[in-house]
């Protein structure tokens, strides 16, 4: 076989990708609007409940289109699974489960909660943690399991879902690559008990820096917002902090961004599907090669309001 770099044919001829993020002159609006408005961020208690404030409507789309009910946007993905974890409860001494294959925030997250990372082993298929590798790591200290989405490839979190209840520990989903995903009709993140997704400029879902939890549990998000805000006591209306703490607020800036983004998501998801099954067609045509193994569980979400996508065809979004 002749490789390309030696002048030998191109595997994939064809060029795929674009220039990333895409915008246009609705982003300029949006940040023109907030520019003009004055509120810039949080500027007390009450101003993150005013239905103007674009980080309220933002969190409650991107929940919405997320199949959950609550949405709390933070700085970074990264600090969301972390906040995630703190209201769960995990603590010194308690073990994670989490996929060996991922990024580095999937485990330095545990390691920041003073809990341990038990790395186990993925399926070679999907490159998704292995279910039966979850349930042979679990001891009388896992607290919780962290599957992580890889590529926006959604873990196998129906029998993920079925582990956690029968040991009575929490499953996190790790989304920061998978808005837009779906999996046996659910979006990516809707079968855990929280869920936390990046939405830096590299990701589908492109707004600059930043992350949101979602979760179809309020005790779980107002945890994460207390958390969130300097250790407020949960569930409080005025600032009292009560235990060590941060602050990890997004701003009315990218939450603009975000809004305008949810009008595209499902056209990029449809394309990342089309690309990624370009991608295994080829790379299934060389000799000792294989593409990812797709699920006919795993599809691309239904579209927004506002989106123009009708797609509903099966695939890695």
Known sequence: ????????????????????????????TA???????????????DFHRLPESKLVQFEQAFARYHDQEYGLAVSTGTVALEAALVA???????????????????????????????LVDIDPATYTISPA???????????????VDLGGMPADTEVLRQIADRHGIALVSDCSHAQGSAFKGKK??????????SIMSAKTFAVGEGGVICSNDADLIERCKSYQHMGRTPGAVSPDHVYPATTI??????????????TRIEDQAQQRNHNVRYLG???DEMPGVKGLDIPNEVGVGTPIVGTSSSFRTSGMA
């Open 1 to 28: 076989m002749n490789l390309a770099i030696n002048g030998g044919t191109k595997a994939i001829p064809n060029p795929i990708g674009s220039a990333w993020p895409i915008w246009d002159d609705t982003e300029k």
């Open 31 to 45: 940040l023109i609007d907030v520019l003009e408005s004055g509120r810039w961020g949080m500027a007390g208690w």
């Open 88 to 118: 769960l409860g995990v603590e010194v001494g308690d073990e994670v489960i989490v996929p060996a294959a991922t990024y580095i925030a999937s485990a330095a997250c545990v390691a920041r909660v003073n809990a341990i990372p038990i």
């Open 133 to 147: 590798a979850v349930e042979a790591a679990i001891t009388s200290r896992t607290v919780a399991i962290i599957a």
């Open 188 to 197: 990516a993140g809707a079968w855990a008990d929280i869920s936390a997704y």
């Open 249 to 262: 607020r997004l701003s009315e800036w990218e939450a603009a961004i975000g809004l305008c983004a949810l």
């Open 281 to 283: 067609r080829q790379m």
